[in-house]
């Protein structure tokens, strides 16, 4: 613990960590409310662009390259 967290966190902290992973360890499987891989799609929001860009579409026909 004091190699993840440091020597000052595990001092102050280190004992309020270790009765949550007791009782995360002692608890029942089924308390634990993790999400599925299909649940957790189904609940975030869908990504969007920080910007909104106009597509632009440039196009080439032979004859204006031969020109």
């Known amino acids: 613990l004091e190699s993840i967290i440091g020597k000052v966190k595990t001092q102050r902290y280190g004992s309020k960590i270790l009765e949550e992973v007791e009782k995360y360890a002692n608890s029942d499987p089924q308390d634990i409310n993790l999400p599925n891989q299909n649940e957790g ?4 929001a869908s990504k969007r662009q920080k910007t909104k860009r106009a597509t632009v579409i440039i196009e080439s026909s032979s ?3 031969a020109g």
């Open 41 to 44: 799609t189904e609940n975030k």
């Open 63 to 65: 004859d204006d390259e």
